[in-house]
């Protein structure tokens, strides 16, 4: 009788290490697919940080070559209704331009 229970509390003692083995490893895999979860949502956030900057970029782009285009345009125009002298015309357009490019009257 003496040797089953000892059987037995061996048997236990090899359930309750192997429970904290696989308590361990189930820790150990937790925290790999905590820090790999991890490393992919940082990656995918410098993902989109870059394309925002570059969409970012292309929007800065567009808008001055629409500005610039704008400004001949403008150019054009005045050109057109205003019969000055050279040097004159030069000067109102150049007036215009500054005002148009830093708001200045």
Same mark, same amino acid.
């Given at each position: 009788?003496?040797?089953?229970?000892?059987?037995?509390?061996?048997?236990?003692?090899?359930?309750?290490?192997?429970?904290?083995?696989?308590?361990?490893?189930?820790?150990?895999?937790?925290?790999?697919? #905590?820090?790999?979860? !991890?490393?992919?949502? /940082?990656? %995918?956030?410098? &993902?989109?940080? +870059? $394309?925002?900057?570059?969409?970012?970029g292309?929007?800065?782009?567009?808008?001055?070559?629409?500005?610039?285009?704008?400004?001949?345009?403008?150019?054009? #125009?005045?050109?057109? !209704?205003?019969?000055? /002298?050279? %040097?004159d015309? &030069?000067?109102? +357009? $150049?007036?215009?331009?500054?005002?148009?490019?830093?708001?200045?009257?």
């Amino acid at each position: 009788m003496q040797d089953v229970i000892q059987k037995i509390i061996a048997t236990e003692s090899e359930a309750r290490l192997t429970v904290e083995a696989a308590r361990a490893e189930a820790d150990h895999i937790l925290s790999d697919a #905590q820090k790999k979860g !991890h490393d992919v949502v /940082e990656r %995918a956030r410098q &993902e989109a940080l +870059i $394309e925002a900057g570059r969409i970012v970029g292309a929007a800065v782009e567009t808008a001055e070559r629409e500005k610039q285009y704008r400004l001949t345009e403008a150019a054009i #125009q005045i050109e057109s !209704h205003i019969q000055l /002298e050279p %040097a004159d015309r &030069e000067r109102a +357009i $150049e007036g215009v331009v500054r005002c148009v490019v830093c708001k200045q009257p």
